[in-house]
């Protein structure tokens, strides 16, 4: 059977280290410690995209984690409008790199339209299956 685990948070940078220590605390408990840094940062990059550009004034973004058999998936969903996508970014810019870390690390990139906002998420195929 699948284990899913989501919470809710309010818009600030603040949250996303609160939302990054969520995901290493939920896949800690089900024992999962394989790619254990890579879910780590794509959590914080999705976050903080949901923080910059996705999640209007006063609304809040919902971070969730699930592990079927030999997937652990990584979703953020927001309100906002748009669909984003990764981007060169400019080697002088400081910013601009975060959906391109995440295709890179994850094996799976996407994006759900919703009626009202959208999800982004990365999936990681993992060594072993559920405990």
Not at 3 to 19: E, G, I, T, Y
Request: charged share 25%; hydrophobic share 35%; with cysteine.
């Amino acid at each position: 059977m699948p284990l899913s685990r989501q919470r809710r948070f309010p818009r600030s940078r603040a949250s996303v280290r609160d939302a990054r220590d969520f995901v290493v605390q939920v896949l800690t408990e089900w024992g999962c410690r394989d790619r254990l840094d890579d879910i780590r940062l794509c959590a914080s990059e999705l976050a903080t995209n949901a923080v910059l550009h996705g999640v209007p004034p006063g609304r809040e973004y919902s971070v969730t984690v699930s592990w079927d058999d030999t997937i652990v998936r990584l979703g953020v969903r927001d309100s906002g409008g748009g669909t984003p996508t990764p981007r060169d970014a400019d080697s002088e810019a400081c910013t601009g790199r975060g959906l391109l870390l995440v295709r890179e690390v994850a094996d799976d990139l996407g994006v759900t339209e919703h009626l009202v906002g959208k999800t982004v998420w990365a999936s990681f195929k993992m060594p072993g299956t559920l405990p």
